[in-house]
Nanobody, 122 residues
Framework: VQLQASGGGLAPAGGSLRLSCVGS???????????IDWFRQAPGKERELLSC????????FYVDSVKGRFTVSRDNAKSSVHLQMDSLRPEDTAVYYCAAEPFCASNDQEYWGQGTQVTVSS
């Protein structure tokens, strides 16, 4: 079972990046059985939950620090979730992870992506 996160890189403050998370593997029978989270962890800081998208993709919950700047979209047919990050700030610099849990707020992340580095220059 794998979650593959990609799309990180270097962006200027005010710029944009789009991250992707794709699920695959024999045991990952149905991507739409899982809510998908995005987390980030900056150096010296605790891991922070940014968003959770429900199984259907119709509802996403965001933490206040990214609300209005980050947008999640989900395509269950392609077993993928995307995080569109706009109006980036230097404090958004972190390693970003996706994770799968049975439902939002279960706090039971069963699968994790490997992380992708996002660096925002001032």
């Amino acid at each position: 079972v794998q979650l593959q996160a990609s799309g990180g890189g270097l962006a200027p403050a005010g710029g944009s990046l789009r991250l992707s998370c794709v699920g695959s593997g024999d045991s990952f029978d149905s991507f739409d059985q899982y809510a998908i989270d995005w987390f980030r962890q900056a150096p010296g800081k605790e891991r922070e939950l940014l968003s959770c998208t429900r199984r259907s993709g119709r509802t996403t919950f965001y933490v206040d620090s990214v609300k209005g700047r980050f947008t999640v979209s989900r395509d269950n047919a392609k077993s993928s979730v995307h995080l569109q990050m706009d109006s980036l700030r230097p404090e958004d610099t972190a390693v970003y992870y996706c994770a799968a849990e049975p439902f939002c707020a279960s706090n039971d992340q069963e699968y994790w992506g490997q992380g992708t580095q996002v660096t925002v220059s001032s």
